[in-house]
């Protein structure tokens, strides 16, 4: 099989995967379930997701098991389709492995949070069984943890351990600094990851990689800003702290501006005449992450639709199903609290 006949296999079968995508009438379908096995029911009998859920009882079925099954089923799919795709990295993490880099630190943060709150203990309740045989962290040690700096034992030598060491609690800050966890952590993720498609990969795969990674990084940070100031109340000094300095097409002028925007009007003013928001118009947002989430989705449509090339085909169907992902969890979780119809099609990103 020639080269060029295997990337367009490849985008093709993401195109098909992407294809089978649950529809906005199934979301609002699921919206209308009176309960977590319902949903699972309906994800069985009227999904792309019915043989993954095939040997379970939806009866029975609980939150948590549930994701974890629709999880896997997503990361069944990545691993499916990237063992396709020619690795221009034999020595360094591939874009595959930046999948669960980023599954790492969210496990990390989470016992973070744990840890903050004092229910350490619970993190094993929540587990994701699927990352254990790939994780290069030791979850189940990491499962045992119950202080920070047991943490920072489990993690070892790794990058993650550097970085936590630098805001281990002291005197001046006695209390876990998450925020500042958070950022670092994700710094480390979006700077590594970006060097790895400027060293390994070239041409317009080069270009449209680093441009889906740029696009998310300014959409992370429009949101961070917006959160922090609008539902934090955080100083200035504090938002800057919470920026990402990686700009695309918004310039570090543009950012100081919406940073020291008084008010969600001006905000809105400054942002509506942005690259993104001449696109994508900033009407009344409840959810900021839904408008820049929404952004994603559409990109990443762009992206899978056009693209000639595997790499950027993989990573626009990573978006596009992590998408959906989210919305799917969003339902389970309104529909076990009683959320309206209305409420949980707010939260929908399509």
């Given amino acids: 099989m020639s080269a060029s006949f295997a990337e367009n296999a490849i985008v093709s079968k993401a195109r098909g995967l992407f294809?089978?995508?649950?529809?906005?009438?199934?979301?609002?379908?699921?919206?209308?379930?009176?309960?977590?096995?319902?949903?699972?029911?309906?994800?069985?009998?009227?999904?792309?997701f019915s043989d993954a859920l095939s040997g379970i009882s939806e009866n029975n079925i609980h939150r948590g098991q549930l994701e974890e099954?629709?999880?896997?089923?997503?990361?069944?799919?990545?691993?499916?389709?990237?063992r396709y795709i020619t690795d221009p990295t034999p020595e360094a993490d591939t874009l595959f492995d930046y999948f669960f880099i980023e599954e790492e630190i969210n496990e990390i943060l989470k016992m973070l949070l744990l840890i903050k709150a004092g229910n350490a203990e619970s993190y094993i309740m929540e587990l994701p069984a699927f990352l254990l045989s790939k994780a290069k962290i030791d979850l189940m040690q990491l499962a045992k943890v119950t202080t920070y700096d047991e943490l920072i034992s489990v993690l070892g030598e790794s990058e993650y351990a550097k970085i936590l060491k630098r805001f281990t609690p002291d005197?001046?800050?006695?209390?876990?600094?998450?925020?500042?966890?958070?950022?670092a952590l994700f710094d480390y993720y979006f700077g590594s990851m970006l060097k790895m498609i400027d060293k390994y990969y070239a041409g317009e795969t080069k270009k449209q990689l680093s441009e889906m990674l740029k696009y998310r990084i300014e959409l992370f940070n429009i949101t961070s800003i917006y959160r922090s100031k609008f539902f934090h109340n955080a100083s200035d000094t504090t938002t800057v702290k919470r920026i990402y300095t990686y700009y695309f097409k918004l310039s570090a002028k543009t950012f100081d501006r919406l940073i020291h925007a008084n008010d969600k009007e001006k905000f809105k003013a400054i942002l509506s005449d942005t690259y993104y928001g001449k696109r994508y118009p900033f009407d009344d947002v409840e959810y900021i992450e839904n408008y820049t989430q929404r952004i994603?989705?559409?990109?990443?449509?762009?992206?899978?639709?056009?693209?000639i090339n595997a790499p950027v085909a993989f990573y626009a169907y990573y978006y596009l199903s992590q998408i959906e992902l989210s919305n799917i969890i969003s339902i389970i979780e309104c529909v076990r609290y009683d959320l309206s119809v209305e409420e949980i099609e707010k939260l929908l990103i399509e």
Avoid at 69 to 81: A, G, K, P, Q
Avoid at 296 to 307: A, Q
């Fill in 19 to 48: 294809g089978k995508r649950i529809t906005s009438e199934q979301f609002k379908d699921m919206a209308k379930c009176n309960s977590v096995s319902e949903v699972a029911m309906y994800l069985k009998s009227q999904t792309h």
């Fill in 296 to 307: 994603i989705y559409n990109l990443s449509k762009h992206y899978l639709h056009f693209t």
């Fill in 69 to 82: 099954i629709l999880r896997r089923s997503v990361f069944d799919s990545y691993s499916e389709l990237f």
């Fill in 171 to 183: 005197e001046e800050h006695p209390n876990i600094r998450y925020v500042a966890c958070e950022q």
